[in-house]
């Protein structure tokens, strides 16, 4: 069993910043790749940002400059700094975390019971 949790999201108004945090639990040998998704009323889920075990970074076109992901190894956690938000970010927010459970064994996707951000005046 794998589990995540997530928090930090909340109302904020635009301009302000919010932290999302979301820690792993369980049976992991690995993490391979963490990331954060979002999903507005209406619309396609989309990736916000992803963080590789490599280091390696990607983000939506949307929030360049202004998001930024990081993780904690140790802590199995993976954190999004969001700043100067603004009501388009408007949207609940899930990590995702993509592991292995054992050595040399299959990758597995877990997903957040997600967290809602809302962005207004």
């Known amino acids: 069993q794998v589990q995540l949790v997530e928090s930090g999201g909340g109302l904020v108004q635009p301009g302000g910043s919010l932290r999302l945090s979301c820690v792993a639990s369980?049976?992991?040998?690995?993490?391979?790749?963490m990331g954060w998704y979002r999903q507005a009323p209406g619309k396609q889920r989309e990736l916000v940002a992803a963080i590789r075990s490599d280091g390696s970074t990607n983000y939506a076109d949307s929030v360049k400059g202004r998001f930024t992901i990081s993780r904690d190894n140790a802590k199995n956690t993976v954190y999004l700094q969001m700043n100067n938000l603004v009501p388009e970010d408007t949207a609940v927010y899930y990590c995702n975390v993509r592991l292995i459970r054992v050595r040399s064994g299959p990758q597995y996707d877990y997903w957040g019971q997600g967290t809602q951000v809302t962005v207004s005046s």
């Open positions: 369980g049976k992991i040998f690995s993490i391979n790749a």
